[in-house]
């Protein structure tokens, strides 16, 4: 019997389950119409089902992480394609060669906020990821080296996959959907580091700073790992000119080299629990 958190006289989901898998065979028993409506999965797929899908999307890794005690999380977006130092020869370009120092930061600096979360009882900056390789598996192996915790939320692609071997596997994840994917990113998060990526990672990105900008979300330490792989890819200072952003936009994030650099700039952080009332350019 599946165990339940509610008390109450009446029979329980997971017994009724098991009780259906008992009753005689019969036509009317083989019929998709008799089967319990929780646990027929092709009802569930069905696509005027697609709300509640979302629904339990957002609701299953919540509950999972309220359960763990997360309370809040430390984000890392970056490359799945950055390779570790030891396997640089593998890199398919020189500059994802080159960024393989990144993967090195990436682990580094999980390792060190694994170890501060632990000391103040783990629940509070617990290393999230999108739980794939590259940046991704250096943040989860960072925190699998300082002993701790990390989560992992992972995504079904077309071609074969499965998480890091880092994520800590009762805090792994896997999502259909990209946008109930990017909620839990961002739902507890008191940090969002971004290592040099590709289009996924301009993608969460743009998302997350876009809901800063607009006060949808409190400003948190937004720490772009890369000084020159963002410039040579993104002109802030073009946007600004044009005024589609305004230069107090340019002060949403800032840049950073290194792990230490970057523990240092959330340890100064000066606008804890801020949010943008208005929208400079826009008044």
């Given at each position: 019997?599946?165990?339940?958190?509610?008390?109450?006289?009446?029979?329980?989901?997971?017994?009724?389950?098991?009780?259906?898998?008992?009753?005689?065979?019969?036509?009317?028993?083989?019929?998709?119409?008799?089967?319990?409506?929780?646990?027929?999965?092709?009802?569930?797929?069905?696509?005027?089902?697609?709300?509640?899908?979302?629904?339990?999307?957002?609701?299953?890794p919540e509950l999972a992480m309220d359960e763990a005690g997360v309370n809040s999380t430390?984000?890392?977006?970056?490359?799945?394609?950055?390779?570790?130092?030891?396997?640089?020869?593998?890199?398919?370009?020189?500059?994802?060669?080159?960024?393989?120092?990144?993967?090195?930061?990436?682990?580094?600096?999980?390792?060190?906020?694994?170890?501060?979360?632990?000391?103040?009882?783990?629940?509070?900056?617990?290393?999230?990821?999108?739980?794939?390789?590259?940046?991704?598996?250096?943040?989860?192996?960072?925190?699998?080296?300082?002993?701790?915790?990390?989560?992992?939320?992972?995504?079904?692609?077309?071609?074969?996959?499965?998480?890091?071997?880092?994520?800590?596997?009762?805090?792994?994840?896997?999502?259909?959907?990209?946008?109930?994917?990017?909620?839990?990113?961002?739902?507890?998060?008191?940090?969002?580091?971004?290592f040099p990526g590709g289009f996924g990672t301009l993608d969460e990105m743009f998302e997350?700073?876009?809901?800063v900008q607009t006060g949808r979300m409190s400003k948190v330490p937004f720490l772009l790992?890369?000084?020159?792989?963002?410039?040579?890819?993104?002109?802030?200072?073009?946007?600004?000119?044009?005024?589609?952003?305004?230069?107090?936009?340019?002060?949403?994030?800032?840049?950073?080299?290194?792990?230490?650099?970057?523990?240092?700039?959330?340890?100064?952080?000066?606008?804890?629990?801020?949010?943008?009332?208005?929208?400079?350019?826009?008044?």
């Amino acid at each position: 019997m599946t165990k339940s958190h509610r008390r109450h006289p009446l029979r329980f989901s997971g017994e009724d389950k098991q009780t259906a898998k008992t009753v005689p065979d019969t036509p009317q028993t083989r019929s998709p119409t008799y089967k319990l409506a929780f646990a027929d999965t092709d009802f569930l797929l069905r696509e005027d089902m697609r709300p509640l899908r979302f629904q339990l999307e957002l609701l299953k890794p919540e509950l999972a992480m309220d359960e763990a005690g997360v309370n809040s999380t430390v984000v890392l977006f970056g490359g799945a394609r950055i390779p570790s130092p030891e396997k640089r020869e593998t890199a398919r370009t020189k500059t994802l060669a080159d960024l393989t120092k990144y993967y090195a930061e990436a682990q580094k600096f999980a390792e060190i906020i694994t170890k501060r979360s632990m000391a103040d009882g783990g629940t509070e900056n617990v290393i999230a990821t999108g739980g794939g390789p590259g940046v991704m598996e250096a943040g989860n192996r960072g925190a699998a080296d300082a002993g701790g915790r990390s989560i992992g939320l992972n995504i079904v692609l077309p071609h074969e996959q499965a998480p890091n071997p880092y994520v800590t596997p009762e805090l792994c994840f896997n999502f259909h959907y990209f946008a109930i994917r990017k909620m839990h990113f961002l739902m507890r998060a008191n940090a969002i580091c971004v290592f040099p990526g590709g289009f996924g990672t301009l993608d969460e990105m743009f998302e997350a700073l876009t809901l800063v900008q607009t006060g949808r979300m409190s400003k948190v330490p937004f720490l772009l790992f890369g000084k020159e792989f963002w410039e040579g890819i993104i002109n802030w200072e073009v946007l600004a000119d044009a005024g589609t952003i305004a230069d107090e936009d340019l002060k949403l994030f800032q840049y950073v080299e290194t792990a230490e650099e970057a523990i240092n700039a959330l340890d100064n952080w000066e606008h804890p629990d801020e949010r943008r009332q208005n929208i400079p350019g826009r008044e």
